[in-house]
């Protein structure tokens, strides 16, 4: 590994801290502020209490910072590099219902994040990454394709059945949303590169990842709103990692490793990384409610 290849990818795994710890901060805030409604407002009125509501607001600043350093982690290395390492956002999601909201964490969900944080680190030092030319036009179409034709299915699916289902249906596909926008934003980022800003404007991938981006926060905020925390949060934070590596393979020709014996190191990693994950949401409180008294901002 050569020193420029060294410092993009220790600049891309400091910002895809970054962008987790973003991402804790933001879910946490729009939880709170979407679940806080005491009249269930609904459509419109429902938009105008978030919108309304502080900790909404700070959810969705943190929303872009996230946006941010994810943007410049993908445009320094790969996404089976970066797209792994947001599982992190759950041990600082814990770390924030201690800090910030006081709870009371079980001793299991310190160790599960634990094993997370192992598990990351292995996958991070068994893995490395190759990838082949800039991807075709063409190489895109069957796995968006296949992104838009599951999705659509998922959300009918989550139209209906228990808060919980609803919440994991919608939760699997804003995870699917947000992996495609990855790869979209990597390639918006490669064409800042090569042709600037202005020849970004020119490009389709860039109007994609738009159109991508709005809906995977119309069902990031209806996982949040339709049902609990635990439900969405395990979906996305389990499937988002695992559907990021597929089409960092499918699209640009990405590898975890330069031998089959290293490749299967990083996979074991990787899948110890999201049953870890799992336990660790399975032992978080189950509501974000205060143990001493309401956070700060909320409305």
């Keep these: 590994m050569t020193r420029s290849v060294a410092l993009h990818d220790a600049i891309a795994i400091t910002c895809a801290l970054l962008t987790a710890l973003a991402n804790g901060i933001g879910v946490t805030a729009q939880h709170i502020a979407s679940t806080s409604s005491t009249h ?5 009125r429902f938009i105008y209490f978030l919108l309304r509501h502080p900790l909404w607001l700070v959810g969705w600043i943190a929303m872009g ?14 996404m089976s590099l ?10 600082l999601a814990l770390v924030l219902r201690r800090v910030w909201l006081h709870q009371a964490v079980r001793t299991r969900a310190w160790t599960a994040s634990l094993v997370t944080v192992v598990s990351l680190a292995i996958f991070l030092v068994a893995t490395t990454r190759s990838s082949g030319p800039p991807a075709h036009v063409l190489r895109w179409f069957a796995p968006g394709a296949w992104c838009v034709g599951a999705v659509a ?18 939760g699997i596909a804003t995870a699917l949303l947000w992996a495609l926008e990855a790869a ?9 590169s090569r042709s600037g800003y202005a020849g970004l404007l020119t490009r389709w991938p860039f109007f994609a990842f738009i159109v991508c981006g709005v809906a995977g926060l119309v069902c990031e905020q209806t996982a949040l709103h339709v049902g609990p ?8 934070v389990i499937v988002d990692p695992i559907v990021s590596v597929l089409l960092g393979a499918w699209i640009f020709g990405e590898r975890l490793g330069v031998t089959w014996a290293w490749r299967l190191v990083a996979a ?4 110890a990384t999201l049953v870890s994950a799992w336990a660790l949401i399975a032992a978080m409180p189950a509501t974000m409610e205060s143990s ?5 901002l909320r409305g």
Aim: proline share 5%.
């Design 153 to 170: 299915v998922l959300v009918m699916a989550g139209l209906k059945g228990t808060p919980g289902r609803r919440a994991a249906f919608f």
């Design 229 to 236: 925390l635990r439900s969405s949060q395990t979906a996305i």
């Design 268 to 271: 074991a990693a990787l899948a």
């Design 40 to 44: 269930h407002e609904r459509g419109w």
């Design 82 to 91: 970066v797209q792994p390492l947001l599982v992190f956002e759950l041990v």
């Design 292 to 296: 001493v008294g309401p956070p700060s």
């Design 65 to 78: 910072g996230s946006l941010l350093f994810q943007s410049l982690a993908l445009h320094f290395a790969a």
């Design 184 to 192: 979209y934003i990597k390639e918006c980022t490669d064409v800042i």
